[in-house]
């Protein structure tokens, strides 16, 4: 695909997808429904006036996935460079950069990980302290030292 076509379907699925989320366009699909509905009795609700609005929504819910999918994976992809931005520029752990590449089992490798820094945290006596994972079980371990040595 060459980049005028791909450049033009980008800026024509955001400003659709703009568009056609604004309640003027909700508005504009129920009147165009109820002026269906208010010409039934003139076409004797046959099947070509059925058919007329069946036609009519399935090509604009077929084409709309396109669009709005087109949107939606750009929002997503801005999205995912902001959050990669924050690691790396807060000094949390690096291994979350583009963690929406990996595999579904590594992303629940890492929900573990998670599950146990929350376990971590909770026998923290401040709960607005955070830390990395590495960090909170280093803590945890010298912390844990401590006490023992202390009791």
Do not use: C
């Amino acid at each position: 695909m060459t980049r005028k076509i791909k450049h033009f379907f980008e800026i024509f699925s955001a400003r659709v997808t703009k568009a056609t989320g604004k309640p003027l366009a909700f508005i504009l699909a129920v009147v165009v429904i109820i002026a269906w509905a208010v010409t039934g009795p003139v076409f004797h609700f046959s099947d070509t006036w059925q058919l007329v609005i069946n036609t009519g929504t399935t090509i604009i819910t077929f084409l709309m996935v396109f669009v709005i999918q087109q949107s939606q994976n750009k929002d997503t992809m801005a999205l995912q460079i902001k959050l990669n931005e924050l690691i790396a520029a807060s000094g949390a752990s690096n291994r979350l950069i583009n963690v929406e590449d990996i595999t579904e089992e590594e992303l629940e490798t890492l929900k573990k990980f998670y599950v146990r820094l929350s376990a971590l945290a909770k026998k923290e006596a401040d709960i607005h302290l955070t830390h990395s994972i590495d960090e909170a079980e280093e803590l945890h371990e010298l912390k844990a030292k401590l006490r023992k040595k202390k009791g």
